[in-house]
């Protein structure tokens, strides 16, 4: 069951945006692997690093289930699963620029969370790589941890 969602904007300078447990130490760029790069995601402590495929605004949702969902895959191009403790009880989102004491947070029941990141129309980007209908979905449900997998793989290059 769908508990809360929330939708926006957020602007991915340098090709990426966060989930982060607000209490987590801020990211500071280092898991950026050559195998995160490859899954499109990274991870860090408390922290979930979503590359995109465009360095602009792109749209956003966040999706809080009382149990795992059930996703059309169909419906989109990548999928990456992956766990986050969220200790304090808040996670932020922001754009790895944006002034953290002022970014989106969404409150949530402390504890360890699975994180289904869904990614959307990555071909309809541009030649640009300025325009184009990516968009970005987190599903978010409590769920002992567990680790990364790709559920879903499509070749794209964040930031190509």
């Given at each position: 069951?769908?508990?809360?969602?929330?939708?926006?904007?957020?602007?991915?300078?340098?090709?990426?945006?966060?989930l982060?447990?607000?209490?987590?130490?801020?990211?500071?760029g280092?898991?950026?692997?050559?195998?995160?790069?490859?899954?499109?995601?990274?991870?860090?402590?408390?922290?979930?690093?979503?590359?995109?495929?465009?360095?602009?605004?792109?749209?956003?949702?966040?999706?809080?289930?009382?149990?795992?969902?059930?996703?059309?895959?169909?419906?989109?191009?990548?999928?990456?699963?992956?766990s986050?403790?969220?200790?304090?009880?808040?996670?932020?989102?922001?754009?790895?620029?944006?002034?953290?004491?002022?970014?989106?947070?969404?409150?949530?029941?402390?504890?360890?969370?699975?994180?289904?990141?869904?990614?959307?129309?990555?071909?309809?980007?541009?030649?640009?790589?300025?325009?184009?209908?990516?968009?970005?979905?987190?599903?978010?449900?409590?769920?002992?941890?567990?680790?990364?997998?790709?559920?879903?793989?499509?070749?794209?290059?964040?930031?190509?």
């Amino acid at each position: 069951m769908l508990l809360k969602e929330e939708s926006f904007e957020l602007f991915a300078d340098h090709y990426q945006f966060y989930l982060q447990d607000e209490a987590a130490e801020p990211y500071g760029g280092d898991a950026w692997t050559d195998e995160a790069f490859d899954r499109h995601l990274a991870i860090a402590p408390g922290a979930i690093v979503v590359g995109t495929v465009r360095n602009m605004m792109v749209p956003v949702s966040i999706e809080v289930h009382s149990s795992k969902p059930e996703t059309d895959a169909n419906s989109w191009d990548h999928i990456v699963e992956c766990s986050i403790q969220v200790d304090s009880g808040k996670i932020v989102v922001a754009g790895c620029t944006d002034y953290f004491p002022d970014a989106r947070r969404i409150g949530l029941d402390p504890g360890c969370y699975r994180a289904r990141v869904l990614y959307g129309a990555l071909d309809s980007v541009d030649g640009t790589g300025l325009e184009g209908d990516d968009r970005y979905c987190l599903q978010l449900w409590r769920a002992p941890h567990r680790d990364l997998v790709i559920v879903k793989k499509h070749s794209i290059e964040p930031g190509a």
